[in-house]
Nanobody, 115 residues
Framework: QVQLVESGGGLVQAGGSLRLSCAAS????????MGWYRQAPGKQRELVAA???????NYADSVKGRFTISRDNAKNTAYLQMNSLKPEDTAVYYC?????????WGQGTQVTVSS
């Protein structure tokens, strides 16, 4: 089992920044990709950004140039730096880890961007 704990969400004004953290524990051996998803009210959960153990990244078009995902393998932690936040970024953000084809999820952290 893999446990994921997110932190760093909150309320910020449009144009501001937040950094989310996701700490992984438990059976973390063989974790491949880690990623951030978000779900706004009434919408489906969507991928925001992902990073492999080798450092390859991919981003949703809506966040390219504003968000940066990174990973500290020594600390088993992934980060999402979010800059130039927009009201449409408001959502619950979930951390996910993929291990041997199975996704593990954190409990989610709320990000609210006021206009």
């Amino acid at each position: 089992q893999v446990q994921l704990v997110e932190s760093g969400g909150g309320l910020v004004q449009a144009g501001g920044s937040l950094r989310l953290s996701c700490a992984a524990s438990g059976s973390i051996f063989s974790i491949n990709a880690m990623g951030w998803y978000r779900q706004a009210p009434g919408k489906q959960r969507e991928l925001v950004a992902a990073i492999t153990s080798g450092g390859s990244t991919n981003y949703a078009d809506s966040v390219k140039g504003r968000f940066t995902i990174s990973r500290d393998n020594a600390k088993n932690t992934a980060y999402l730096q979010m800059n130039s936040l927009k009201p449409e970024d408001t959502a619950v953000y979930y951390c996910a880890a993929n291990k041997l084809g199975r996704n593990y999820w954190g409990q989610g952290t709320q990000v609210t961007v006021s206009s």
